[in-house]
């Protein structure tokens, strides 16, 4: 491995979340399928918001949220999303440079607005998305700086960049740019529609292509389309180094070779919102083992992240994540 | 492996369950620790039994239970255990051989009355023994009959035999029959407690004399004395042919060599009673890898009998588990 500047360099789409409570008959109103995220246009976008009560603006994006929590814990990170040069553009690239974090992705000049999600959020604190790809659409392989990658220990990926043609190849550049230069890639599954929409493709990338995977119980089982978690865990073993599986409230379960960790769920007094908790427990993860943690200690720096962020509103960490890890675990970061 | 009549030979204390509800206050006023098993004289155990309101006698003992549970799967199976020349000696004689389980352990006709444990279930379905093990600590070397070990599969133990001094001879001369004829070896750990007081010995038993090991999370954790699942995990690795840990609500995890399931739990409606939960499930897994089950369908046959087993009051099936499975597995027994 180089010498990195970065512990990890995340890739993403660049999106303001829009979030409010609903309830369920809002959901089937609007015809919206609950737990999921839904790529919807621009119209479908202004029409949906204007039925939001009381929207709580916050910047959001899978893997910008993961490297925000990365950020939190003390981790040196770089971002790489496409924004519009708007005023969400601007309030995006504020957000995530103010935790430190490295974003020098050009801003869209010609292009569609900047991403947004609506997240509607229903009292069991599940959250169903609506994403407006707006600008990130135009994110492509020239934005990946080489430099970048290579001085980046992990360059994380979210599988929603699966979605935007251009980002895909931006996806395949930056992987093969960390492989040559001796680093790791990771991927997030993301979500299981997006899975259902990529599989081969994902299963592809699987072989040789990704080190660390993240995946939640819906989106492993989706990939190998089977019914039961353990089955989903007997498949994957052996198809990337590590893969760490959430599992809401079981916790989760992390794979590499012949080792095992089965990690109980942080406790949380009360679940408000579970939007980011796949994101945060990435961060986490990825914290313990570009610090030489071990797995075990990883995934449980994963779970107090997630427990964290859906004890509030919102997908990013409220408070630093680097002293409740201290304070909560006893593990010294 | 020898050419076997048995499935697997249990080998347990042969104790009648005497079952009542209560509440905590009941527990607390006679200092009862709860969920665990506690060992009381035969004084103790008359005037417990006074106290307890409406109620229920039905065979039990650990080991027992789950040679009950694996007849009722349609394993064959033989006991031994000691009961006392005595009424409860007799009922707990008819009711294991009214499974088709073969139990010829001669009754003990000069000893203390057979044996029997108070169970105090409270509301919130958790059991609380209190153990008078009267004929059990009769039970010697002199009753393992070696050509039933060497004949059966699977010799199976409860930890609990470690109580009594004479029974831990018989538990060590039937696992050495058993290596002998190239059979396999499985020991429950019982209880949280009974770990505690032969840690060394379970450790040592591990060490190349037990080849499959059932504990659930306390036992497993306090064998190692460590606080968290995880880590008794990967302790446990190694030290045994297969490990199969359960956790309640949590399912079970099964590790044999680089092999490792993670398995839910089955559905339950309403927990009513836990007694007997692992040695249901233990019935379940023994019978699956008896019948060349794979490890993931021999931990979900366990689950599934633990549920039938938690849902009502005692610790025998109340319904043939066979057809059970077969209707909420689809797995052909």
Chains 1, 2 share one sequence.
């Not at 607005?113 to 790809?133: G, N």
């Amino acid at each position: 491995m180089s010498d990195t500047r970065f512990d990890v360099t995340g890739i993403g789409n660049a999106i303001v979340d829009v979030l409010a409570k609903t309830d369920d008959a809002f959901l089937v109103t609007h015809n919206l399928p609950k737990g999921a995220m839904t790529l919807i246009d621009g119209d479908a976008a202004e029409r949906l918001y204007g039925q939001m009560s009381s929207p709580m603006e916050q910047s959001g994006g899978s893997a910008a949220n993961t490297i925000a929590g990365l950020a939190s814990l003390g981790g040196a990170c770089a971002f790489v999303g496409k924004v519009h040069d708007d005023v969400l553009g601007d309030s995006f690239r504020d957000a995530i440079r103010g935790t430190g974090v490295t974003f020098d992705t050009p801003a869209a000049t010609d292009s569609a607005p900047t991403a947004r999600c609506l997240i509607f959020i229903t009292p069991d604190a599940q959250r169903t998305m609506q994403t407006y790809l707006g600008a990130c659409v135009e994110l492509g392989p020239r934005d990946i700086d080489p430099e970048v990658i290579q001085n980046s220990k992990i360059t994380y990926l979210e599988g929603y960049l699966w979605d935007p043609a251009a980002a895909k190849e931006a996806f395949i550049r930056a992987a093969t740019i960390a492989h040559e230069a001796g680093n790791r890639v990771s991927l997030s599954l993301s979500d299981p529609f997006c899975v259902d929409r990529h599989r081969a493709d994902f299963l592809n990338l699987l072989e040789g292509h990704v080190d660390i995977l993240f995946a939640n119980e819906d989106e492993i089982t989706s990939l190998y389309e089977v019914d039961d978690f353990d089955e989903a865990l007997q498949y994957v073993r052996g198809h990337c180094e590590i893969a760490a599986l959430t599992r809401s409230e079981k916790g989760s379960v992390v794979v590499s070779g012949d080792e095992v960790h089965v990690i109980d769920a942080a406790p949380v007094e009360q679940v408000v919102d579970t939007t980011g908790a796949g994101d945060a427990y990435a961060a986490g993860f990825l914290y313990g083992i570009t610090h030489h943690l071990d797995l075990h200690d990883a995934a449980r720096i994963g779970g107090v992240a997630a427990a964290e962020v859906i004890s509030h509103m919102g997908a990013r960490p409220a408070e630093p994540l680097g002293s409740l890890i201290e304070h909560k675990l006893h593990i010294n970061l």
